[in-house]
């Protein structure tokens, strides 16, 4: 199982990055996907969920800003994330159900 981030970067606040989980190793068109956060010296946090009908849910900080997305096709899911700040500043994870047991290795956002 390989789950790969990618997308990250250094942005401005109120920009805007798009970040993408690639996927293999396992059925993803039945697989539950999650985007979790980790802040420097924070928890982990969740993010978002994206169910096999492909209906999104977030956390409520994002959920005006943020959209979760899935290519069953190309077993990849997306975050878009728009109008960052500073808080949003964090290393980026996608993992496997909404109890996560697969994760990938993070992508870094930093917002400044």
């Known amino acids: 199982v390989q789950l790969v981030e990618s997308g990250g970067g250094l942005v401005q606040p109120g920009g805007s990055l798009r970040l993408s989980c690639v996927t293999s190793?396992?059925?993803?068109?039945?697989?539950?996907m999650s985007w979790w956060r980790q802040a420097p010296g924070k928890e982990l946090e969740w993010v978002s969920t994206i169910n096999l009908a492909s209906t999104p849910t977030y956390r409520d900080s994002v959920m005006t800003r943020f959209t979760t997305s899935r290519d069953n096709a190309k077993n990849t899911v997306y975050l878009q994330m728009n109008s960052l700040n500073s808080e949003d500043t964090a290393l980026y994870y996608c993992?496997?159900?909404?109890?996560?047991?697969?994760w990938g290795q993070g992508t870094q956002v930093t917002v400044s």
């Open positions: 190793g396992f059925e993803f068109r039945y697989t539950i």
């Open positions: 993992a496997t159900g909404d109890v996560p047991y697969y």
